[in-house]
């Protein structure tokens, strides 16, 4: 089974700030997915991103693929109240079909 | 339907009982996953449904758990003589052939809890 390592485990920051979150494997992934999830719903989709060093954004979210495909960043700029949420890694892997893998998740809370 | 159903929203049952948790995918969509979520962590894969495949089972815990997908559409996971580690939020999604694309789409959950 592969395994994704995100970190921080938990993130709280003021209004403004900008952050990182870290999602990594030792393993080689097809493609991986960033979702958001807020409390009593399911995960949001927010993008996927399939080519080694691939850099896609959304408004202030800036997504990054590892070279090797085996790890990926999203870096958020300017944090808003808003944006608060748990933010899941998903790889998949060229075994299993479109079965994903998930992260532990960050959780990130944005103060105003 | 326009999203992901699933039912009840939440269930609370004794330890020892059984109990049947319903997914109604999006309409078209053919596959549909089960995970679960235990509190504030990520998402365990439970069972995969690829259209009219053998089902990939291979993240049930135990045999306690089946589920099974009907006409390739809604799905029932069902779990015998529950336990109180069975506690969790019991997540539902489905997605296209392009799941890369548009990823999955996933339910509310069903937040289950044994006492």
């Known amino acids: 089974t592969q395994l994704l390592e995100q970190s921080p485990q938990f993130l709280s920051i003021q209004e403004g700030e900008n952050l990182t979150v870290y999602c990594n494997s030792s393993?080689?992934?097809?493609?991986l997915q960033w979702y958001r999830q807020e409390p009593g719903e399911g995960p949001v989709l927010l993008v996927t991103?399939?080519?080694?060093?691939e850099v896609k954004k959304l408004k202030r979210l800036t997504f990054q693929f590892g070279d090797a495909r085996k790890d990926s960043s999203l870096h958020i700029t300017a944090a808003q109240p808003g944006d608060t949420g748990l933010y899941l890694c998903a790889g998949e892997d060229e075994t299993s079909g479109s079965r994903l893998t998930f992260g532990e998740g960050t959780q990130l809370t944005v103060n105003p | 339907g326009a999203g992901v159903s699933q039912s009840p929203s939440n269930k609370v049952t004794e330890k020892g009982k059984d109990v049947e948790l319903r997914c109604d995918p999006i309409s078209g969509h053919t596959a549909l996953y089960w995970y679960r979520q235990s509190l504030g962590q990520g998402l365990e894969f439970l069972i995969y449904?690829?259209?009219?495949?053998?089902?990939?089972k291979s993240g049930l815990p135990s045999d306690r758990f089946s589920a099974e997908r009907t006409g390739g559409s809604v799905s029932t996971l069902t779990i015998q003589r529950t336990q109180q580690e069975d506690s969790a939020v019991y997540l539902c999604?489905?997605?296209?052939?392009?799941?890369?694309?548009?990823?999955?789409?996933f339910g509310s959950g069903t937040r289950l809890t044994v006492v």
């Open positions: 449904f690829q259209g009219n495949s053998a089902p990939d």
């Open positions: 991103v399939v080519t080694g060093g």
């Open positions: 999604a489905s997605s296209r052939n392009l799941f890369r694309d548009y990823g999955y789409t």
């Open positions: 393993s080689v992934f097809s493609s």
